[in-house]
């Protein structure tokens, strides 16, 4: 595949790396509006925005891992394909 | 994204991101100091500085993470994306409980990554469009 359309197979690894990158920081970004908005509704402040935060992370982290496990297997069915 | 293993405009345009966010954050810094005061800037300039580092980290150690053996790329990877937790965490926490007023500064400066990526995502696909045709 890569071998037929070498500028297709790149922008698919750009795209791949990217969705990678935007994982993260956009889970800690949801993680921690529905934190802060919590916390000034319930008045808990900084507890829920903290959990939150971590619960955030801990997604991005996760959807990181398997991301990069798929990529992982794909460059490797890349290699076999080779 | 290594010398050994990309093509130049890939290099490119993973080596442009950084600079695209930092000056995304500079310009919203800018913007924030003006509308509202001084240290809401430096707050939203230090998101970009950290979601900046962060990608710069993440670039460097995802090239290296598959560029190793299976078996050595977990470990590493593990390592790496531990690190990445404990020091995100850390910097979030401290925003959290000595600033929590300037949270939304700093998270807008963080933000800056999703824009920039998209930016890159609508040039990648008008120039995929291009090469179709």
Not at chain 1, 20 to 38: A, H, N, Q, R, T
Not at chain 2, 4 to 14: F, K, N, Q, V
Not at chain 2, 120 to 133: D, F, L
Request: charge should be positive; proline fraction near 4%; charged fraction near 15%.
């Amino acid at each position: 595949m890569a071998a037929q359309n070498p500028g297709r197979s790149n922008f698919q690894k750009i795209a791949a790396l990217s969705s990678l990158g935007l994982l993260l920081p956009s889970s800690i970004i949801i993680g921690l509006f529905m934190g802060y908005w919590l916390d000034k509704l319930l008045g808990t402040r900084p507890w829920l925005t903290l959990t939150f935060l971590i619960l955030g992370i801990m997604s991005g982290f996760l959807g990181l891992f398997r991301g990069l496990k798929k990529l992982n297997i794909e460059s490797e069915d890349d290699g076999d394909e080779r | 994204m290594t010398a050994t293993s990309a093509d130049p405009l890939e290099e490119r345009i993973l080596a442009r991101i950084p600079w695209e966010i930092l000056a995304l954050a500079v310009l919203l810094a800018l913007g924030a100091g003006f509308l509202f005061d001084f240290r809401t800037g430096l707050f939203v300039l230090a998101g970009g500085a950290v979601a900046t580092a962060g990608f710069i980290g993440m670039q460097s150690g995802l090239s290296r993470v598959l560029l190793k053996p299976k078996s050595k790329a977990l470990r590493s990877g593990l390592g790496l994306f531990g690190l990445r937790l404990v020091l995100l965490l850390l910097i979030f926490s401290i925003i959290i409980l000595t600033y929590p007023g300037k949270l939304p500064a700093f998270v807008a400066g963080f933000s800056t990554v999703i824009p920039v990526f998209l930016m890159e995502a609508v040039r990648a696909i008008s120039r995929t469009r291009a090469w179709k045709s």
